[in-house]
């Protein structure tokens, strides 16, 4: 997705988080696909190979794990 | 007018078309009014949504690097618990297997309904080679458990001749297997 350099790139639109808490699928695939970002950072790993040479891989069942939990949370969020 | 829709009409009214077109008010880094306002209405509830968002996008970052730190510490805890196959302690192993039995490794002795499966080739040998009712009263009494009584109904003789052919048997199989002969 498209970054500016302001911080209001940052955040998402009012409107996309009220109608992702209300559940619509469009707008928490808006919120899933502005955290992806960070869920794949946070969802790296560095494992080791037999000559000790750092490799770093995005861990698919962490990042899906995460996706999940983020689908759940929103839906609990309090918008008053 | 779905989510989609809304986030992208909102994202593209956000973007400034030119570098003349930056307008004033800022908050928080801010350099643009919420959609539809010209500036100079009452912010009040504009900053309310601008609280929300703010909040929604704290609270998606804790949710997920809470989540993370519980996935990597139920990782790191399967790993100190998980072993490879190849490296466990032979006890450990010798539970998981499983022996065959093959019929040529025991020799079966049948007696009335139940089989008796005797793998010591030694004691084998050496009840093959006692008499026919002795050893089938050793058998019953050792392996399946009964009474000199059951024996003796089960082979239609009194007590007390099962109680003798019995001590008689054992002494000859102690005799057969090498074992001093003892009263």
Not at chain 1, 55 to 80: G, M, P, W
Request: charged share 30%; glycine share 6%.
């Amino acid at each position: 997705m498209l970054k500016s350099a302001s911080t209001r790139a940052a955040l998402l639109p009012y409107p996309v988080i009220a109608a992702a808490v209300r559940g619509e699928p469009d707008a928490v695939n808006a919120v899933v696909r502005h955290y992806s970002g960070y869920i794949a950072a946070l969802s790296t790993r560095t494992s080791y190979d037999v000559h000790g040479c750092p490799h770093s891989y995005v861990d698919e069942e962490l990042r899906r794990r995460l996706e999940t939990k983020l689908i759940i949370a929103i839906l609990d969020f309090n918008l008053n | 007018m779905s989510g989609k829709e809304i986030f992208l009409k909102l994202f593209q009214e956000n973007q400034p078309k030119e570098a003349s077109s930056r307008r004033v008010v800022g908050e928080r880094g801010r350099n643009d009014l919420p959609p539809g306002k010209k500036g100079g209405e009452t912010m009040t509830p504009d900053r309310h949504y601008e609280h929300k968002q703010h909040t929604f996008d704290s609270f998606c970052k804790k949710v997920l690097k809470c989540e993370a730190y519980n996935g990597y510490r139920e990782i790191s805890r399967r790993k100190s618990r998980e072993v490879a196959f190849g490296e466990l302690p032979e006890g450990t192993m010798e539970q998981l297997a499983s022996y065959d039995r093959y019929p040529w490794e025991y020799t079966s002795f049948p007696i009335g309904g139940d089989v008796i499966l005797i793998e010591n080739d030694r004691l084998a040998e050496a009840l093959n080679a006692l008499p026919q009712d002795g050893r089938d009263i050793l058998l019953m009494y050792f392996f399946l458990d009964m009474a000199d009584r059951e024996i003796a109904e089960r082979m239609h003789m009194a007590r007390r001749t099962v109680n003798a052919r019995r001590q008689k048997a054992y002494r000859l199989l102690k005799e057969l297997m090498g074992g001093d002969v003892d009263a």
